[in-house]
């Protein structure tokens, strides 16, 4: 059985999560033959700058940006700090056992999370301290304000000091009965830490863990409790004080961050992050059609589906390109004004596996064989 979207299902009983052999794209319409792809048009210049490797990733990823340095890891517990610019390290190191999770950093510490549901936190790539978490996680940790913040599985967030390890709080949720098999929404607007319950985006107060303000993005709806789900996904769009977020294969809504309410909702049925400007919001939606919503009000601009069941990456906005990835490792530069093709270029031919992130003027993509890429567009 193949399904376009990685996302798979995580069925919770007394705290602890099993996986299943259901991808949650099974329960949706969007299967298809992937659209052939058009000539190359090559009008915009992207040069291969460089390469890396991280070893396999079979986790849900996503990659930490601070400056000009990048912060990644592969399934088997290799966490890199590498250099944007060219590709180099600034160290790199093995951790045991497997990894979950992709990788949190403020640039001194970074936290990963692995399968033995422990948190490991290291400080110039060597680890100084890890504790047992209540549940598995899948969502990279959030590191900010000498803090380590963890989204588990379990519906609970917990913050620990970066320095010492200790567990300064945690705040728990109603779990529901299946959890995504995908990295959720952690984030901070302001003094307010942001997070995903469900279909619901919470502002806690990250030196107490008490809730701010709490605003509805999407409500369950579907016949069993797979159709039901809509956690929200990782990968947001924030322009100032908004920040625009995905409910799984329900909706894309925006929100301020500082007072929780709502600016709009629309239905959406994609199972990835968002990208944009303070202009304009981009998806991919399940069935690789590309979309663009007025960032002011939610109305539709305009939507392409020349890479239809491609399964495609969130989307990263450059310039004048949007850039998405694929399940085959093309990288695709499309035109911000409409998603017409601007140039195609192509990695390890194994899927991309993360959205691509821009660090300096350099386009990261990593790939499921663990090719970490650098491009440059003009």
């Given at each position: 059985?193949?399904c376009?979207?990685p996302?798979?299902?995580?069925?919770?009983?007394?705290?602890?999560?099993?996986a299943?052999?259901?991808?949650?794209?099974?329960?949706?319409p969007?299967?298809?033959?992937?659209?052939?792809?058009?000539?190359?048009?090559a009008?915009?210049?992207?040069?291969?700058?460089w390469?890396?490797?991280?070893?396999?990733v079979a986790?849900?990823?996503?990659?930490?940006?601070?400056?000009?340095?990048l912060?990644?890891?592969?399934?088997?517990?290799?966490?890199?700090?590498?250099?944007?610019?060219?590709g180099?390290?600034?160290?790199?190191?093995?951790?045991k056992?497997?990894?979950t999770?992709?990788?949190?950093?403020?640039?001194r510490?970074?936290?990963?999370?692995?399968?033995?549901?422990e948190?490991?936190?290291?400080?110039?790539?060597?680890?100084?301290?890890?504790?047992?978490?209540?549940?598995?996680?899948?969502?990279?940790?959030?590191v900010?304000?000498?803090?380590v913040?963890?989204?588990a599985?379990?519906?609970?967030v917990?913050?620990?000091?970066?320095?010492?390890?200790?567990?300064l709080?945690?705040q728990?949720?109603?779990?529901e009965?299946?959890?995504?098999?995908?990295?959720?929404?952690?984030?901070?607007?302001?003094?307010?830490l942001?997070?995903?319950?469900?279909?619901r985006?919470?502002?806690?107060?990250?030196?107490t863990?008490?809730?701010?303000?709490?605003?509805?993005i999407?409500?369950?709806?579907?016949?069993?409790?797979v159709?039901?789900?809509?956690?929200?996904?990782?990968?947001?769009?924030?322009?100032?004080?908004?920040?625009?977020?995905r409910?799984?294969?329900?909706?894309v809504?925006?929100v301020?961050?500082v007072?929780?309410?709502?600016?709009?909702?629309?239905v959406?049925?994609?199972?990835?992050?968002?990208?944009g400007?303070?202009?304009?919001?981009?998806?991919?939606?399940?069935?690789?059609?590309?979309?663009?919503?007025?960032?002011?009000?939610?109305?539709k601009?305009?939507?392409n589906?020349?890479?239809?069941?491609?399964?495609?990456?969130?989307?990263?906005?450059?310039?004048?390109?949007?850039?998405?990835?694929?399940?085959s490792?093309?990288?695709?530069?499309?035109?911000?004004?409409?998603?017409?093709?601007?140039n195609?270029?192509?990695?390890?031919?194994?899927?991309?596996?993360?959205?691509?992130?821009?660090?300096?003027?350099?386009?990261?993509v990593v790939?499921?064989?663990?090719?970490?890429?650098?491009?440059?567009?003009?």
């Amino acid at each position: 059985m193949h399904c376009a979207t990685p996302a798979r299902i995580w069925v919770q009983s007394a705290m602890l999560f099993v996986a299943v052999g259901l991808l949650a794209a099974c329960a949706g319409p969007d299967k298809g033959k992937a659209a052939e792809l058009v000539a190359n048009p090559a009008s915009m210049g992207v040069k291969a700058a460089w390469t890396s490797s991280v070893g396999s990733v079979a986790l849900p990823l996503d990659i930490k940006v601070l400056g000009t340095n990048l912060y990644v890891a592969g399934t088997e517990g290799l966490v890199a700090a590498i250099d944007g610019r060219t590709g180099g390290d600034l160290w790199r190191v093995t951790t045991k056992p497997q990894l979950t999770a992709g990788v949190g950093s403020d640039g001194r510490f970074a936290a990963v999370a692995n399968r033995s549901n422990e948190l490991v936190v290291l400080d110039g790539g060597r680890e100084i301290w890890r504790q047992k978490l209540t549940a598995s996680t899948l969502t990279a940790p959030f590191v900010a304000g000498d803090r380590v913040f963890v989204l588990a599985g379990d519906r609970s967030v917990s913050a620990f000091d970066a320095a010492t390890g200790r567990k300064l709080w945690q705040q728990q949720r109603p779990g529901e009965a299946l959890v995504l098999q995908q990295a959720g929404v952690i984030l901070s607007v302001g003094d307010t830490l942001l997070v995903g319950f469900g279909g619901r985006l919470m502002g806690l107060n990250p030196q107490t863990g008490s809730v701010r303000w709490e605003t509805p993005i999407a409500n369950s709806r579907g016949t069993n409790e797979v159709e039901r789900l809509v956690d929200l996904v990782s990968g947001v769009s924030r322009s100032g004080d908004q920040v625009c977020v995905r409910a799984f294969q329900s909706t894309v809504a925006c929100v301020d961050g500082v007072r929780g309410t709502s600016v709009w909702n629309k239905v959406a049925t994609g199972s990835t992050g968002i990208g944009g400007d303070s202009n304009v919001v981009y998806g991919t939606e399940s069935d690789g059609t590309v979309v663009a919503w007025r960032r002011s009000d939610g109305d539709k601009l305009w939507t392409n589906e020349q890479l239809k069941y491609r399964a495609l990456s969130a989307p990263l906005l450059v310039g004048r390109a949007l850039v998405v990835g694929d399940a085959s490792g093309y990288v695709h530069f499309l035109s911000r004004e409409n998603g017409a093709t601007l140039n195609r270029v192509t990695t390890d031919g194994s899927a991309v596996v993360a959205g691509p992130v821009l660090v300096g003027q350099t386009v990261v993509v990593v790939t499921r064989r663990g090719g970490v890429f650098g491009f440059r567009p003009e």
